[in-house]
């Protein structure tokens, strides 16, 4: 078996002896940080400086895994820095993903993409943009993408309402202008996603992902001290599981709001139980998780009695204003399953593993405590390290985990409902 590393800086490959590639989910902005020495780019005869001068606008970096004749692409992003650090006769260049393109440029809402065929910002296309009145939330994270050169790669759900008019989202439908002061666009794309329950991201191969977390990819299956090692597990070579159950397990969201088109308070609720309850009244509350009117009966069946535990649950409360019951209570939902995310946090080291993407869901096998093998997980940070010798090249990867609660349906007889 034969492993090695390419770095490619505006088309020129660098030596490199050590490194370390990151990515997460919400929305983080990945990053490569990759060390070379002077001596070895003099002998080489690469000039850093004369690459980024003679660069049109964005120096494009990528780094490439190659092993047994295959390659994979880790990271791809652009050029920002380099520190040259003659004593220790080092050169650690400094890359950030894709996104970064999309963090520079602020607009002003009433137009997000405004027609521009002149002066263009680095890395965008000419386009002759688009409006915020009544645009989807397809068509707003595609008019982004196509204009700073990125694929889009929507992944949204099936489900009714999961791609909104982007009224929906800033406001009413009617609504042209969010704010006068200028935004983001990828502050833009987080709160579109956020507000939906969506993921954003952007990959070495400059697609632009927006979608449900985990969607279009495969489920990781993570082995600890498992021999042999079942086909499809990768084997853990370090794992360390921070358990948090005070305030992450069983909890409400209320969300508080005004919907301003019927002149009415809103209100949206999310219940999450992550175990079941026998309450007073002698009904058992599954685990699960519910919004809206499912979780009003939820409430109820907690609340029953003198010995009502509905007291004894934590409560997260919001005031946002301007939404409908509705979008309300999607919020609420939102806000709940980020918050029983954090219930488990897992870190495990294993052998390199190119290809991984924010939010990828996970299990865990082998000699682990039953109650944290029943729990689902997925990627919410990763980290590519990698230090070359002479003959040999050490690659790792480092992932942070977060658990995912079961979900109820809300039925009243059935397992996740009230009995």
């Given at each position: 078996?034969?492993?090695?590393?390419?770095?490619?800086?505006?088309?020129?490959?660098?030596?490199?002896?050590?490194?370390?590639?990151?990515?997460?989910?919400?929305?983080?902005?990945?990053?490569?940080?990759?060390?070379?020495?002077?001596?070895?780019?003099?002998?080489?005869?690469?000039?850093?400086?004369?690459?980024?001068?003679?660069?049109?606008?964005?120096?494009?970096?990528?780094?490439?895994?190659?092993?047994?004749?295959?390659?994979?692409?880790?990271?791809?992003?652009?050029?920002?820095?380099?520190?040259?650090?003659?004593?220790?006769?080092?050169?650690?260049?400094?890359a950030?993903?894709?996104?970064?393109?999309?963090?520079?440029?602020?607009?002003?809402?009433?137009?997000?993409?405004?027609?521009?065929?002149g002066?263009?910002?680095?890395?965008?296309?000419?386009g002759?943009?688009?409006?915020?009145?009544?645009?989807?939330?397809?068509?707003?994270?595609?008019?982004?993408?196509?204009?700073?050169?990125?694929?889009?790669?929507?992944?949204?759900?099936?489900?009714?309402?999961?791609?909104?008019?982007?009224?929906?989202?800033?406001?009413?439908?009617?609504?042209?202008?969010?704010t006068a002061?200028?935004?983001?666009?990828?502050?833009?794309?987080?709160?579109?996603?956020?507000?939906?329950?969506?993921?954003?991201?952007?990959?070495?191969?400059?697609?632009?992902v927006?979608?449900?977390p985990?969607?279009g990819?495969?489920?990781?299956?993570?082995?600890?001290?498992?021999?042999?090692?079942?086909?499809?597990?990768?084997?853990?070579?370090d794992?360390?599981?921070?358990h948090?159950?005070?305030?992450?397990?069983?909890?409400?969201?209320?969300?508080?709001?005004?919907?301003?088109?019927?002149?009415?308070?809103?209100?949206?609720?999310?219940?999450?139980?992550?175990?079941?309850?026998?309450?007073?009244?002698?009904?058992?509350?599954?685990?699960?998780?519910?919004?809206?009117?499912?979780?009003?009966?939820?409430?109820?069946?907690?609340?029953?009695?003198?010995?009502?535990?509905?007291?004894?649950?934590?409560?997260?409360?919001?005031?946002?204003?301007?939404?409908?019951?509705?979008?309300?209570?999607?919020?609420?939902?939102s806000?709940?399953?980020?918050?029983?995310?954090?219930?488990?946090?897992?870190?495990?080291?294993?052998?390199?593993?190119?290809?991984?993407?924010?939010?990828?869901?996970?299990?865990?096998?082998?000699?682990?405590?039953?109650?944290?093998?029943?729990?689902?997980?997925?990627?919410?940070?990763?980290?590519?390290?990698f230090?070359?010798?002479?003959?040999?090249?050490?690659?790792?990867?480092?992932?942070?985990?977060?658990?995912?609660?079961?979900?109820?349906?809300?039925?009243?007889?059935?397992?996740?409902?009230?009995e």
């Open positions: 078996m034969t492993t090695s590393l390419s770095v490619i800086i505006g088309g020129v490959e660098i030596p490199i002896s050590s490194g370390n590639v990151a990515g997460a989910s919400h929305g983080h902005t990945g990053h490569a940080s990759l060390t070379t020495s002077i001596a070895a780019l003099t002998a080489q005869n690469i000039d850093l400086i004369e690459i980024a001068q003679d660069a049109p606008t964005i120096l494009p970096v990528d780094v490439y895994l190659v092993k047994d004749g295959a390659t994979a692409h880790l990271f791809g992003g652009e050029y920002i820095k380099a520190n040259f650090a003659y004593r220790a006769d080092t050169v650690t260049i400094h950030r993903d894709w996104s970064g393109l999309l963090v520079d440029q602020k607009r002003v809402l009433t137009n997000i993409l405004g027609g521009n065929t002066a263009l910002a680095p890395g965008e296309q000419p002759s943009g688009i409006s915020t009145t009544n645009q989807t939330i397809s068509q707003l994270v595609t008019a982004i993408a196509n204009q700073f050169g990125l694929t889009p790669d929507l992944r949204l759900s099936n489900s009714p309402g999961s791609n909104p008019q982007v009224g929906t989202i800033f406001g009413n439908s009617n609504d042209t202008v969010l002061v200028p935004q983001s666009l990828w502050g833009i794309l987080l709160r579109l996603a956020r507000d939906t329950g969506n993921e954003v991201y952007t990959t070495p191969e400059k697609r632009l927006f979608g449900e985990g969607a990819l495969t489920p990781l299956a993570l082995g600890w001290k498992m021999n042999p090692v079942p086909d499809g597990t990768l084997p853990l070579l794992l360390n599981i921070e948090n159950p005070r305030r992450n397990l069983t909890f409400r969201v209320l969300v508080l709001s005004y919907d301003p088109t019927v002149g009415q308070p809103t209100k949206g609720q999310a219940y999450v139980i992550g175990s079941d309850m026998t309450t007073s009244s002698g009904a058992t509350v599954h685990a699960g998780a519910w919004n809206g009117a499912a979780a009003a009966q939820i409430q109820g069946a907690v609340g029953k009695g003198s010995a009502s535990k509905k007291n004894a649950i934590p409560l997260y409360t919001f005031h946002i204003d301007g939404l409908t019951a509705a979008q309300a209570n999607l919020r609420a939902q806000i709940a399953t980020d918050i029983a995310k954090r219930e488990l946090i897992v870190r495990a080291d294993m052998d390199i593993l190119p290809g991984v993407e924010p939010s990828q869901a996970a299990r865990l096998d082998g000699a682990i405590n039953a109650g944290f093998l029943a729990h689902s997980y997925y990627v919410t940070s990763f980290s590519h390290m230090k070359m010798g002479k003959n040999t090249a050490k690659l790792d990867t480092s992932l942070m985990l977060l658990d995912q609660q079961p979900g109820g349906a809300g039925e009243s007889v059935t397992p996740g409902g009230v």
